[in-house]
């Protein structure tokens, strides 16, 4: 009874300490900024938040607590054995000494291989993750073979490594046990001589051979233990690395919270650039009334969706500030500023849930005739009505059961129904035809007249609802007059 009760508390609390961690490692990845996040490929981030803690709880379930009760054992039985006889003690414990100082000067390289095994795993996962994604583009270009290559290519790598870990593990463990029988058998020659010169009686060789079959055994089983708890330490040093890296600006300690914002954006002295590259802005500064409706033009590459970005908080600006109603936008606290600024983009990514969820997103506790009434606005309703299941039809992984422009509409919809001070459509509609986006723009424009929108598109018909353009170019934002809106 003791043992069970025994076993099923320690299942239970590691079970409880690896979710607790597997929680507050995804919690911090989604908190990091996303250009932290986005230089890993998904199979490393997944690697992160599954693999890795599952590599330390094989430890906790598999081996911690025999680790720590053959250490105990082993400390003790060495403790009596010096009690006994200090000189027959360390010719008895010379094998383990020697094996522990090897053990010492190996430990590092053992963990630079797990390190390396579990970084190829993820590389892994992230190829194939990669491949099933793009299966149609795979499909289109006959890239069966070329992605069979990569991962094999991998494969044989993680073989090789996998291979060169279980040889050393296998060494050390033969090592073990060769050097544990070398020092039974170093203290039986020394405690026969010490027998037959009557300075050692056959009760205490009896006394010591039978500790050291204490011993060894203990040590043989943390020998064996040894290989998932490198395991499970490579893991929680990769875990360490990223809970190490700071989440998104901390707000300072006086932030007024605002009842209602009214949408008034001010770039000043704003300065972007990405790792390696020209700056996208150099000291940046305009301003947007509350209200208004900006359009921003400019060649590709030029930057408006960057500056996009810095407005909606996915990236940090260099230097500068950014202000939102007067207050810098990183005084706001990460989990309120989403509520004032959205961003739809280009190819704004959908959940596999049903599209009732995937409108609601964001907007916890919106109501059917809520989410109904986004869906009208956006030209949306009458095709999720068609549907079998209605607003409960599944959109599948990254929305891949619907058009490009039925993707489009299910993102604007849920930009609506949030309804932020500050929304920012980045070609939010480049997959409409021109009588689409008049009809969703004359409705935007409708419900929104008062609340500052930014546009970036080069269709005219979209670009007529605006009241002034910003031009950008050679790193700098320059207003146009209305005479260039109305051109367009």
Not at 204 to 217: E, R
Not at 277 to 303: C, K, Q
Not at 334 to 346: A, F, G, M, R, T
Request: charged share 20%; with cysteine.
């Amino acid at each position: 009874l003791l043992d069970y009760q025994g076993s099923w508390l320690g299942l239970k609390t590691a079970e409880k300490i690896i979710a607790d961690l597997r929680e507050k490692v995804y919690g911090h990845f989604l908190r990091l900024p996303v250009t932290a996040v986005e230089n890993l490929s998904t199979g490393e981030l997944i690697s992160r938040v599954m693999s890795d803690t599952e590599s330390i709880k094989r430890f906790l379930f598999g081996g911690l607590l025999d680790f720590a009760y053959s250490a105990l054992s082993a400390i003790f039985v060495i403790l009596v054995l010096f009690w006994l006889d200090p000189l027959f003690a360390l010719a008895s414990a010379s094998g383990v000494l020697l094996f522990l100082l090897i053990y010492g000067r190996m430990t590092e390289k053992i963990k630079l291989s797990y390190d390396f095994l579990r970084q190829g795993n993820a590389q892994l996962s992230g190829i194939a993750g990669e491949a099933f994604r793009g299966v149609r583009t795979v499909h289109i270009f006959g890239g069966q073979t070329h992605e069979m290559q990569k991962f094999r290519k991998k494969q044989n790598e993680i073989l090789r490594d996998s291979l060169r870990i279980h040889q050393i593990d296998s060494w050390f463990l033969a090592s073990a046990q060769f050097l544990s029988s070398a020092g039974i058998l170093a203290a039986l020659i020394y405690g026969a001589n010490q027998a037959a010169q009557k300075k050692m009686t056959p009760g205490t060789l009896v006394a010591f051979y039978a500790y050291l079959g204490l011993l060894f055994i203990p040590l043989l089983k943390m020998t064996a233990l040894a290989s998932s708890y490198r395991e499970a330490c490579a893991s929680w040093g990769r875990i360490r690395f990223w809970v190490d890296q700071n989440p998104l600006s901390i707000p300072p300690p006086v932030y007024a919270k605002p009842r209602d914002l009214l949408g008034h954006i001010r770039f000043e002295r704003v300065r972007y650039s990405y790792p390696g590259s020209e700056p996208v802005f150099w000291d940046a500064e305009f301003e947007i009334r509350a209200g208004e409706w900006v359009a921003l033009s400019g060649t590709n590459g030029s930057g408006k969706t960057t500056l996009a970005c810095l407005l909606a908080r996915l990236f940090e600006p260099e230097s500068g500030k950014i202000f939102l109603d007067h207050q810098d936008i990183r005084s706001f606290p990460n989990e309120d500023y989403p509520k004032y600024v959205s961003v739809i983009l280009q190819n704004d990514f959908l959940f596999s849930g049903a599209l009732s969820e995937n409108i609601r997103y964001g907007t916890a506790g919106a109501k059917a005739e809520m989410i109904s009434r986004a869906a009208q606005i956006t030209g949306i309703h009458n095709f999720i009505s068609d549907l079998p299941d209605g607003y409960e039809s599944k959109t599948g992984e990254g929305g891949v059961r619907l058009s490009s422009g039925q993707r489009q509409r299910v993102s604007l919809a849920r930009a609506i129904l949030k309804d932020p001070a500050v929304l920012i459509l980045d070609e939010a509609m480049c997959h409409f035809d021109e009588d689409g986006v008049s009809e969703v723009m004359e409705t935007i424009r409708s419900i929104r007249r008062h609340k500052t929108t930014l546009l970036i598109s080069h269709r005219a018909s979209a670009l007529r609802y605006v009241d002034r353009i910003f031009s950008l170019k050679q790193a700098k934002i320059m207003e146009e007059n209305r005479a260039g809106c109305d051109a367009l």
